[in-house]
């Protein structure tokens, strides 16, 4: 496996995850300010996740350009059932949803979701027509213990277990140390690259060659003046954006950014 180039078969993937900023009626003018920045980029897959309340306008928004896809930020596996506060696949669909992040580390951390549970809701997710982006990362305690590979392969492994085969090209995996999740720190992009470099071979171990195709993108502070370094990484498959998603402008940056790595390497 090469460590030099990019694999391009790998289409890029940008994701913003708005966490719980934005009402519905903030929704449609950030939405409309996005799309008129990026309507002329059609070489990579762009997400934005903005909150439950706010997926309706969101699809509203987004129907009339099919440039964006549409996330949800999170989903129980279960079809229905007596789950108050939760929200199911089959409601997501309902609104157009594509994509779906599970396991973020906020949801590991504040609402105790296990790897387990992670696994159940991204079988769930693949059997309702959604694609999972699955979240793995170690704390910062465990990177100064020299934790990370250990916890980063637990999490891969337990997160991922019984996901079905056939269904791969509809994962992606988001690496985002949690000591760099809006915090303001950010891995350098070596570091970022070596565990994204160790995912992939985690991931071709448990899948065989077809692990090599599933994009990895890495999440955690990325912003505008760390992007284009973070990107131009040969396993970085693309970011999941936080805060900075939140802003039209600084949103496109990274874009293009990921967009200009992957042209440096077709040329």
Same mark, same amino acid.
């Given at each position: %496996? ?17 966490? %719980? ?69 089959? %409601?997501?669909? /309902?609104?157009?949803?594509? +994509? ?27 059997? +309702? ?39 791969? /090209?509809?994962?992606?995996?988001? +690496? ?12 350098? =992009? ?27 993108? +890495? ?11 973070? %990107?131009?990484? =040969? ?33």
């Amino acid at each position: %496996m090469s460590q030099t180039h990019k694999n391009v078969t790998r289409r890029p993937l940008v994701a913003g995850n708005w966490k %719980m900023y934005r009402t519905a009626s903030d929704t449609r003018s950030l939405l409309e300010d996005i799309v008129k920045l990026v309507s002329k980029i059609a070489t990579m897959d762009l997400v934005v996740c903005p909150p439950f309340t706010s997926l309706s306008v969101a699809a509203e928004t987004l129907g009339r350009h099919g440039i964006l896809a549409l996330g949800a930020q999170n989903m129980h596996q279960n079809k229905e059932g007596a789950f108050t506060g939760e929200i199911s696949g089959p %409601m997501l669909r /309902e609104f157009g949803v594509r +994509y779906v992040i599970l396991g973020h580390s906020e949801r590991r951390q504040y609402f105790n979701e296990t790897d387990a549970q992670v696994a159940a809701k991204a079988q769930a997710a693949v059997g +309702y027509h959604l694609r999972p982006i699955v979240c793995v990362g170690e704390t910062l305690a465990q990177r100064d213990a020299g934790e990370t590979t250990a916890v980063v392969t637990s999490q891969v492994r337990a997160s991922l277990s019984g996901f079905p085969v056939d269904q791969l /090209e509809e994962l992606v995996l988001a +690496y985002e140390p949690i000591w760099a999740i809006g915090t303001g720190k950010v891995a350098t =992009p070596q570091q970022a690259n070596e565990v994204h470099l160790n995912i992939r071979k985690l991931l071709v171990k448990q899948f065989g060659s077809k692990g090599s195709d599933i994009r990895v993108i +890495y999440g955690g502070s990325v912003k505008p003046d760390n992007a284009a370094e973070l %990107m131009a990484q =040969p396993e970085i498959d693309g970011a999941l954006v936080g805060g900075a998603s939140l802003d039209a402008k600084g949103f496109f940056d990274i874009i293009e950014s990921a967009r200009s790595a992957r042209a440096s390497e077709n040329d």
